[in-house]
């Protein structure tokens, strides 16, 4: 059986056994970008090997950039196979953040053609409160013999999203908080509010009180609407850099509703344009 979306924790620990299964440890810090690793080195799921999200799951920020652009997706499928992945591998993301950070590596491996990834359902957290095991050592595996292509069409560009909302033809999601979208949060952001004609879809909102994600049926109920009134191509999911975007991309997935798109630049890239405009309140 492969898992395409998310995995409980029962079914990760049933497989840390099986050779062709490949965990990541996605954790990050935006205030503390060391912090990940050091959290992986104190103890991890056995087997997980460390993902970096500033190093592995994006490219050096430039000046008129987001914070967080994709990685050279030939660079990226290098990584994989250092990893000692093949294509016919099972992939397992996880985070300390509900999926926050692991759903930008489970979307950027469907990105490159690996449908076979799922993200922890409750992640680390969830797994050390059932108490189950962690180690601190690190496990060499062998290279593996990855192959993939990027495909363009999962994501567009500021240039896409501007034109678009002129036209009218998207529907732009944020998955910030609704704090920083209204601008009640002053302080995240270095301009607070949100792109004029988004829609606030906070990512928290995928989730249920004990932190993992709501049921299938209940994430169609918070979804279906949009998709009623756009095409999946016009749905495009932003937030602050594309990293907690991926994390609405992933519930509609749970849905069972269709891909949309990804704004990678998303709020940290509009705003290095002061001539691009900029909403507040809800």
Same mark, same amino acid.
């Given at each position: 059986? $492969?898992?395409? +979306? =998310? =995995? %409980? +924790? &029962?079914?990760?620990? *049933?497989n840390l056994g099986n050779e062709n299964w490949f965990i990541f440890d996605c954790r990050y810090q935006l205030n503390d970008?060391?912090?990940g690793l050091d959290k992986f080195r104190q103890g991890h799921v056995p087997g997980a090997q460390h993902v970096d999200m500033d190093r592995d799951l994006s490219s050096p920020m430039t000046e008129t950039s987001g914070r967080h652009p994709l990685p050279d997706a030939g660079h990226f499928i290098e990584n994989l196979r250092a990893w000692g992945l093949g294509n016919d %591998? &099972?992939?397992?993301?996880?985070?300390?953040?509900s999926g926050a950070f692991a759903a930008r590596m489970w979307w950027m491996l469907n990105w490159i053609g690996h449908e076979n990834v799922a993200v922890l359902d409750g992640g =680390? !957290? !969830?797994?050390?409160? *059932? *108490?189950?095991p962690l180690e601190t050592e690190t496990r060499d595996r062998p290279r593996g013999s990855f192959t993939g292509e990027a495909d363009p069409g999962m994501c567009v560009d500021i240039g896409f999203v501007q034109h678009s909302l002129e036209q009218e033809t998207i529907s732009l999601l944020d998955a910030r908080s609704s704090e920083r979208f209204t601008a009640r949060d002053q302080k995240s952001d270095p301009v607070p509010g949100h792109v004029p004609g988004a829609t606030s879809y906070p990512f928290a909102g $995928?989730?249920?009180q004990d932190k993992v994600f709501l049921p299938a049926s209940e994430l169609m109920q918070r979804y279906e609407s949009m998709f009623s009134e756009?095409?999946?191509e016009q749905i495009i999911n932003m937030c602050g850099s594309g990293v907690t975007a991926c994390h609405n991309?992933?519930? +509609?997935? =749970?849905?069972?509703?269709?891909? +949309?798109?990804l704004y990678v630049g998303s709020w940290s890239e509009w705003l290095k344009d002061p001539a691009r405009p900029v909403a507040t309140g809800d």
């Open positions: 059986m $492969n898992f395409h +979306t =998310i =995995i %409980s +924790t &029962q079914d990760l620990q *049933e970008p060391g912090a %591998s &099972q992939v397992v993301c996880y985070d300390d953040l =680390i !957290k !969830k797994w050390v409160a *059932e *108490e189950r $995928n989730l249920g756009r095409p999946p991309i992933l519930a +509609t997935r =749970i849905a069972g509703l269709p891909w +949309t798109r």
